[in-house]
């Protein structure tokens, strides 16, 4: 018995150490943030690179917003959320005292509350559960609280139960107060704020600046399909949430020879006043639960593949666009990822997959004799 008890601790203890976080017996943190809370001088430091928290914790800010705001929040819980909005794609992991074969990331018992440990148990995987995440799993925090959003309207059956069979099983005393339910109508940008009116508009003019007066171009990949889609669809200078019709008006009119560099992530030259842009990361949180940057990658990937090109690859315009849409028939496995019966609550769920994008064989139609006739008048 001491011996299995002995090398669970030690599966933990390096499961942890893995993770950064250093033997952490309360749920962890960074490994110097987590050594103050244990000594109780201190919660996470906005500095901090890498929460780790018990799933009913997220739960809890939620209801804390639902009660009357953030400053509801026990400290713990406001430290959190404070790093959180700090760095609001920091990666977070969901600990939970799973045992069997996911014993090695068990956190322990010290941050239970609201009754047994039976109770506590069932409650975080019974969040865990609900998101479809293993125990131990790790996310940018955004994309888990979105998650959260999606999945978990209340908390009946998670943090307490229609029938009390016992003290054990009483649960949480708010259950029932409708707080978490309030929090949830107040959605992700009571934690997360989105990004301000006021800076996409000055990015906006500030890159189509850039645009207009660069000597090259710099694009990631799957944005030049998505470029065809939006002048199948009409879509014509100006347009608001991104570059690529001013820069394919460009193309078309002007600048026919301009060099397009293919490069990785959301470049500000194209996505610069996009919504979804996270400027700090280059990164890209569009999609259903914000994980929009996964499975972008996978399409500019793809579209590399088709091309034959690489991220560094650079081609005059006109060159390009006649590459791609002769490589590109449509977008189904392409540009349309397969769907493959994923919930749309998956971090790989595409809302372009599996149909059919009228726009783009109509943009392919509309563009391909245009630069075809460009590529020919530029020998
Ligand atoms: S009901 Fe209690 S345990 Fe559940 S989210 Fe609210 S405060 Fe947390
Ligand atoms: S940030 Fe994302 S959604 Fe926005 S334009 Fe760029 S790739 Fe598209």
């Given at each position: 018995?001491?011996?299995?008890?002995?090398?669970?601790?030690?599966?933990?203890?390096e499961f942890l150490k893995t993770a950064g976080l250093c033997g952490v017996a309360l749920c962890g943190l960074n490994s110097c943030t987590a050594a103050r809370i244990q000594k109780g001088e201190a919660g996470p430091e906005p500095s901090c690179t890498h929460l780790t928290v018990r799933p009913y914790q997220l739960l809890c800010i939620v209801c804390a917003i639902g009660e009357g705001g953030i400053e509801k929040c026990d400290k713990r819980l406001g430290e959190i959320v404070r790093v959180?909005?700090?760095?609001?794609?920091?990666?977070?992991?969901?600990?939970?005292?799973?045992?069997?074969?996911?014993?090695?990331?068990?956190?322990?018992?010290?941050?239970?509350?609201?009754?047994?440990?039976?109770?506590?148990?069932?409650?975080?995987?019974?969040?865990?559960?609900?998101?479809?995440?293993?125990?131990?799993?790790?996310?940018?925090?955004?994309?888990?609280?979105?998650?959260?959003?999606?999945?978990?309207?209340?908390?009946?059956?998670?943090?307490?139960?229609?029938?009390?069979?016992?003290?054990?099983?009483?649960?949480?005393?708010?259950?029932?107060?409708?707080?978490?339910?309030?929090?949830?109508?107040?959605?992700?940008?009571?934690?997360?704020?989105?990004?301000?009116?006021?800076?996409?508009?000055?990015?906006?003019?500030?890159?189509?600046?850039?645009?207009?007066?660069?000597?090259?171009?710099?694009?990631?990949?799957?944005?030049?399909?998505?470029?065809?889609?939006?002048?199948?669809?009409?879509?014509?200078?100006?347009?608001?949430?991104?570059?690529?019709?001013?820069?394919?008006?460009?193309?078309?009119?002007?600048?026919?020879?301009?060099?397009?560099?293919?490069?990785?992530?959301?470049?500000?030259?194209?996505?610069?006043?996009?919504?979804?842009?996270?400027?700090?990361?280059?990164?890209?949180?569009?999609?259903?639960?914000?994980?929009?940057?996964?499975?972008?990658?996978?399409?500019?990937?793809?579209?590399?593949?088709?091309?034959?090109?690489?991220?560094?690859?650079?081609?005059?315009?006109?060159?390009?666009?006649?590459?791609?849409?002769?490589?590109?028939?449509?977008?189904?496995?392409?540009?349309?990822?397969?769907?493959?019966?994923?919930?749309?609550?998956?971090?790989?769920?595409?809302?372009?997959?599996?149909?059919?994008?009228?726009?783009?064989?109509?943009?392919?139609?509309?563009?391909?004799?245009?630069?075809?006739?460009?590529?020919?008048?530029?020998?």
């Amino acid at each position: 018995m001491s011996n299995q008890k002995n090398s669970n601790d030690v599966r933990r203890r390096e499961f942890l150490k893995t993770a950064g976080l250093c033997g952490v017996a309360l749920c962890g943190l960074n490994s110097c943030t987590a050594a103050r809370i244990q000594k109780g001088e201190a919660g996470p430091e906005p500095s901090c690179t890498h929460l780790t928290v018990r799933p009913y914790q997220l739960l809890c800010i939620v209801c804390a917003i639902g009660e009357g705001g953030i400053e509801k929040c026990d400290k713990r819980l406001g430290e959190i959320v404070r790093v959180i909005r700090n760095n609001p794609d920091i990666p977070v992991t969901v600990n939970c005292n799973a045992g069997d074969v996911y014993v090695y990331q068990d956190p322990g018992v010290a941050e239970d509350c609201d009754g047994s440990a039976e109770f506590n148990r069932r409650r975080d995987m019974e969040i865990l559960q609900r998101l479809d995440l293993a125990p131990g799993a790790t996310h940018p925090a955004r994309i888990l609280l979105a998650l959260l959003f999606k999945r978990i309207t209340g908390v009946s059956g998670i943090c307490g139960f229609d029938k009390i069979t016992s003290d054990a099983w009483k649960g949480c005393p708010k259950a029932t107060s409708g707080n978490f339910e309030r929090g949830c109508k107040q959605g992700l940008q009571m934690i997360i704020p989105p990004r301000g009116e006021e800076e996409m508009v000055r990015e906006k003019e500030a890159s189509v600046k850039t645009l207009y007066e660069t000597k090259e171009i710099k694009v990631r990949p799957h944005i030049l399909v998505c470029s065809v889609c939006q002048y199948g669809g009409g879509t014509r200078p100006p347009f608001k949430p991104d570059n690529l019709p001013e820069m394919v008006d460009l193309i078309l009119t002007r600048k026919p020879d301009i060099p397009i560099t293919l490069v990785k992530g959301a470049d500000w030259m194209m996505c610069g006043p996009c919504p979804s842009r996270v400027a700090r990361l280059n990164a890209c949180v569009c999609g259903p639960i914000k994980s929009g940057g996964l499975y972008n990658e996978m399409k500019d990937l793809n579209v590399l593949q088709r091309t034959g090109l690489t991220y560094g690859s650079s081609m005059k315009a006109c060159d390009l666009y006649k590459l791609i849409l002769e490589r590109v028939p449509d977008t189904q496995g392409v540009c349309a990822l397969p769907v493959d019966g994923k919930p749309p609550y998956s971090i790989w769920f595409d809302p372009c997959g599996d149909k059919k994008h009228p726009n783009y064989d109509k943009g392919r139609e509309q563009l391909l004799p245009k630069f075809t006739a460009l590529t020919s008048k530029m020998k």
